[in-house]
């Protein structure tokens, strides 16, 4: 065979099975409990001995043009579950639907980053698909059409994966799909809610909807409208979406059922830190039990509510938003928190440098090397070198101990010092005449 002819012409389904499965490459899978088994071939088929395949069958990126011999599909696929098909080079529903027709247990099929765009669907041939539970159309560029003649010829369809398709739009169905429970429609370019509005009457049912990474600018319908338009909606993904209005945030206490969000890289929270983002947002959203994938605690959502009110209480009434009311109703005014200083205090100690003396409090994570910068600008020392001791006084009349301070890189905390401790500054040429036991 012309092996540059057989390029061109693509691989099929039943090739790419038979040289990855080959049993020539399986030679312990012969007994029982081995996960691929090698089974006898129908009469007629142009191999002899056939494996049995996985549940959850991977072709990925093989060049897959077209399905091959239906036969030889179903004698191959007859256990498979899952169907990974996506980076190949499909582009006709029929070899597709040739494919999926006889694998007759398909829950799962991922055609992602196959060649789909304008290429139609017939509504006769979309009947094989009907067992399909999850469907995965990632950055194929698949028409609203074809989605819905997908949706309305799968009852049990419950999840869908519509990323990376370019969608500016969603174009209506006049079939909802009532079995759908995710939707993942992610990196597209949505900006109007009106759109999203329209997701929710063609699947009413929805649990999960994710919508990362479009450009989504707000959150527009009155109360009603979106207590009816996700009545189940439990989730929603809108990281890096256009909210730039605490009103947006406002409106998804208005899904009646939503107990989890994720809102990160949003305009709305750039001036705030990771904290004050979280505690905004919790203190905004009191139905949601799982922010940005961490669970909300009782005390976590407390701290939060006063946060809010402190965040809000001195603006105008007008800009007041809706839920500083009924925190304050809550926990009525609250008194602004004091600022406390809580940086570490180290010790005050004596530096003495000949006749001066200065009483100087140290930070203890400090190194030697900059107290001694910090001193000799201190006491306005010569750039010469200058070498420090650390001397303990310890009972009156008793000998003082002291312990030079050598080590540039080493910090302060590990020489022990307390108050009334004394830091000594003898410049080099005089430091050999310093006694360690004066």
Request: proline share 7%; hydrophobic share 35%; with cysteine.
């Amino acid at each position: 065979m012309d092996s540059s002819s057989d390029e061109e012409e693509g691989r099929s389904f039943v090739q790419v099975v038979s040289e990855k499965y080959n049993p020539e490459n399986f030679p312990y899978c012969r007994g029982p409990g081995m996960g691929v088994v090698v089974l006898p071939s129908p009469p007629g088929s142009p191999v002899k001995d056939r494996l049995n395949l996985p549940s959850v069958l991977v072709l990925n990126d093989c060049g897959i043009t077209k399905a091959g011999d239906r036969t030889e599909v179903a004698t191959f696929c007859a256990h498979v579950v899952e169907l990974d098909l996506s980076h190949n080079q499909l582009k006709d529903w029929e070899e597709i639907g040739t494919i999926v027709s006889n694998v007759p247990h398909l829950d799962f099929l991922n055609l992602s980053r196959n060649p789909l765009s304008g290429v139609e669907l017939e509504p006769s041939l979309a009947e094989v698909f009907s067992r399909v539970r999850r469907l995965v159309l990632i950055n194929t560029h698949i028409t609203w059409d074809t989605v819905h003649t997908l949706t309305s010829h799968t009852p049990e369809l419950e999840e869908l994966f519509l990323c990376l398709n370019l969608y500016e739009e969603v174009v209506e169905s006049g079939t909802p799909c009532p079995s759908l429970r995710l939707l993942q429609i992610t990196d597209n370019q949505l900006q109007e809610w009106a759109e999203v509005r329209k997701l929710g009457a063609m699947y009413p049912r929805l649990e999960m909807l994710v919508l990362a990474n479009n450009s989504l600018g707000s959150v527009e319908d009155p109360p009603d409208t979106l207590e009816r338009l996700f009545p189940k909606l439990r989730y929603i993904n809108l990281n890096n979406s256009g909210l730039s209005r605490w009103e947006d945030v406002d409106s998804l206490n208005f899904f009646p059922k939503l107990a989890e969000v994720k809102v990160m890289g949003i305009p709305l929270l750039q001036p705030y830190t990771d904290q004050q983002r979280r505690s905004l947002i919790v203190a905004q959203l009191p139905s949601v039990s799982v922010l940005n994938g961490s669970l909300v605690t009782d005390g976590e959502r407390e701290d939060a509510e006063r946060f809010f009110i402190r965040h809000h209480q001195d603006r105008p009434e007008e800009e007041l938003p809706r839920r500083y009311h009924i925190l304050v109703s809550k926990y009525g005014r609250l008194a602004p928190l004091a600022e406390v200083d809580l940086t570490p205090r180290g010790p005050t100690v004596e530096v003495r440098c000949g006749d001066r003396v200065e009483v100087v409090t140290l930070t203890m994570e400090q190194t030697v090397g900059a107290l001694k910068k910090q001193l000799r600008a201190l006491l306005q020392l010569p750039p010469s070198g200058v070498r420090l001791f650390h001397v303990i006084h310890t009972e009156p009349c008793s000998a003082s101990l002291s312990q030079e301070m050598q080590y540039p890189g080493r910090a302060l905390h590990s020489y022990s010092i307390r108050d009334g401790d004394e830091i000594l500054l003898v410049p080099k040429d005089k430091a050999r005449c310093h006694s360690t036991g004066s």
